[in-house]
């Protein structure tokens, strides 16, 4: 996240627009990957902010990689997620209005390892056991997920 840290040293924690992507990643019991973070310790999807002169699907494979150690061989654009429901102040005081890339991913290779850094703990879900401590951002997306999923 070099370039988010570098417009934070100019403008402190005002609210900013902020895009990025986050991967729906499925195993093959169709069970949802979920990470517990390190900054807020809620569960969470993998993703993460864009970076000057990257595409939206290569935040979404770099940053499942940087966070999970797998690594998408396919991805199938779910949908772009803004508005209010997407602003969200961290722990330590940036705010941000998130506009974020959804890909769905149930093709990929590598061993699940977590980074340490940014994440907690890793693991999938069976849709009816997500738990109810979501990370803001993501919940929207999950919940239009798992609705879809439904269908």
Sequence with gaps: MGYIMELRRLIGTHPIIMAGACVLLTDD??????QRRTDN????????SLEPGESLPDVAKRELFEETGLSANSL???DVFS??????KYPHGDE????????VC????????KDGEEVMDLRF????E?????????????KQYLLNEER
């Design 130 to 142: 997500i738990p109810s401590e979501i990370s803001p951002p993501d919940l929207p997306i999950i």
């Design 41 to 48: 310790g809620l569960w969470g999807l993998p993703g993460g």
């Design 76 to 78: 199938t654009l779910f």
């Design 29 to 34: 019991k169709n069970r949802l990957l979920l």
């Design 125 to 128: 879900f069976d849709s009816k």
């Design 96 to 103: 941000v209005y998130n506009v974020v890339t959804a890909y």
């Design 106 to 113: 149930n093709d990929y290779i590598g061993t699940l390892e």
């Design 83 to 88: 508005g209010n429901e997407f602003y969200y």
